[in-house]
């Protein structure tokens, strides 16, 4: 094999002496885990080193790749930019993948200096790479570079575009290690860069026992009501390197764990087990497939007519081009009371849609604009699948990910007292000047009416909260409910 490991590793400038100045002794367990983690490296040889970081420039639809000969960063931003580093870039292998991640359709995009420029971004190594490598040029300076930086694609397709990663460095001739740079929770301590959250600890403790227990396909599925919560920034790095060991049996070593400043850190390698005469595993990518496939199959079957047009029209739309006729599909649907409703009343929609248990998509109306609700659900699915501007037009291999709910709306009511605002009953309306937001209900992570009229106010672009603003003068508010259909 021409991949030789996989090491998994901190990120946090303190642990750099020359910007730490003695505060690294307070992650002692860090330090040695990190240099545990270099010295396999080293025993790897490798000619390249792929460095997969959350902290280069992010994009919400696609990793980004860097496609320079060389690429130097520094600790300018940390206070010492006499700490640098420069190294070369391998080109063959950014050709693979360039070549592989266009003919397997992976949202990517790789940039130069020249097409940098027209983001704002300068092509250099972030500090996500440079702590790992500053630990592993201590042991093994001679290698070339591959800068990878995940995006906000689900966890499946950052799996597999690991495992594309894997095939593309099969193609050439030079052994690779990969390194995913990922710290853990944020959220350890009341003292940490985030407050403390419950979730934090058990996020911490469910990655690093999995990574002891090769249990890398509880890593794929982590639910969002657990990693979100815990303020991390290494989950996505973590799985998309894991996607390099698809099929292929492992061993991996956790030198350290340790949340000395309320962040998760952690040193692990992960290398190969070709002993035996089968070192074929099983394929997780294949799995996972599978029971994407068999839980779409359960919600085309739903019994709820709104959420069944909804994905009926968003599958319809999507793979044929075409707006379903919303009669002709609730003809079909058993009677029900639901069912009448949604041909003889009108009422602003909103339909959502979520891919692995993270947003893909939503928009809808807050009055009425079309005859009726069924009429209303076909216009907002549509518009939810392809015009939301915050992301891509849902395509067909993603059909069998998503989920559907389809919220519709109850008639807005002018709020006098912010104390009858209810985050879990109520959804929000602010409006100031020509400048309008909304907020749904019972959305994860807004549980008081200050967090919610904070997030709303953001949404729409109104300054943040001012101690005198007055509902009815400056800012307006509305409340309204919601008849939920969904999961």
């Not at 991390?232 to 991996?252: E, N, Y």
């Not at 199959?297 to 009926?312: F, N, Q, S, W």
């Not at 928009?363 to 604009?369: A, F, H």
Request: negative net charge; contains cysteine; glycine residues 8%.
């Amino acid at each position: 094999m021409k991949l030789k490991g996989i090491a998994i590793a901190t990120h946090a400038p303190i642990i750099v002496p020359e910007i730490g100045r003695g505060e690294e002794n307070n992650a002692a367990a860090t330090v040695r885990g990190m240099k545990d983690m270099a010295l396999e490296v080293a025993r790897a040889k490798p000619k390249t080193i792929v460095c997969i970081t959350p902290h280069g420039p992010v994009f919400r639809d696609g990793v980004c790749v860097l496609y320079e000969t060389r690429l130097a960063g520094d600790f300018g931003a940390f206070g010492h930019p006499e700490v640098a580093m420069e190294k070369e870039c391998d080109m063959g292998l950014l050709e693979e993948l360039h070549n592989r991640f266009d003919e397997n359709d992976c949202q990517s995009i790789f940039l130069n200096r020249q097409s940098a420029a027209d983001y704002d971004i300068v092509p250099q190594l972030d500090h996500g790479c440079l702590v790992p490598l500053y630990y592993i040029d201590k042991d093994y300076p001679d290698y070339k570079i591959v800068h990878i930086t995940i995006g906000f694609l689900s966890l499946y397709e950052l799996y597999r575009m690991g495992r594309i990663l894997r095939e593309a460095i099969e193609v050439g001739d030079r052994d690779t290690v990969i390194v995913a740079s990922a710290d853990l929770s944020h959220c350890l301590k009341d003292s940490g860069p985030y407050h403390y959250n419950k979730m934090g600890p058990v996020f911490d403790g469910r990655i690093i026992q999995d990574l002891k227990d090769k249990n890398y396909y509880d890593i794929l599925t982590m639910p969002t009501d657990v990693y979100e919560p815990a303020g991390q920034c290494g989950l996505r790095p973590i799985v998309m390197a894991l996607g390099a060991t698809d099929m292929i049996k492992t061993r991996s070593q956790v030198f350290s764990y340790e949340g000395p400043f309320g962040v998760g850190y952690s040193a692990t390698w992960i290398d190969f087990d070709l002993s035996g005469g089968n070192p074929t595993n099983e394929g997780l990518l294949d799995r996972y497939e599978r029971e994407m496939d068999a839980e779409h199959a359960r919600r085309l079957a739903t019994g709820d007519p709104y959420v069944g047009l909804a994905m009926a029209t968003i599958e319809t739309w999507v793979k044929e081009g075409r707006k379903i006729a919303a009669r002709e599909y609730l003809e079909e649907c058993p009677p029900s009371q639901d069912k009448d409703g949604m041909t003889h009343q009108a009422a602003g929609v909103f339909v959502t849609i979520e891919k692995a248990g993270e947003l893909r998509g939503c928009i809808g109306t807050i009055y009425p604009v079309t005859k009726n609700i069924a009429e209303e659900i076909t216009r907002n699915a549509i518009e939810a699948a392809t015009y939301d501007p915050r992301f891509m037009p849902v395509e067909k291999p993603e059909l069998n990910q998503l989920s559907v709910s389809v919220s519709v709306m109850g008639e807005p009511e002018d709020v006098e007292d912010w104390n009858t605002l209810d985050p879990h009953r109520y959804g929000v309306i602010a409006e100031k000047g020509l400048r309008r937001g909304l907020l749904l209900p019972n959305l994860t992570g807004i549980d008081t009416i200050e967090e919610q009229i904070e997030a709303v106010k953001r949404k729409a672009g109104i300054p943040e909260y001012e101690a005198d603003d007055e509902p009815g003068e400056e800012l307006h508010l509305q409340r309204f409910e919601v008849v939920y259909h969904g999961e």
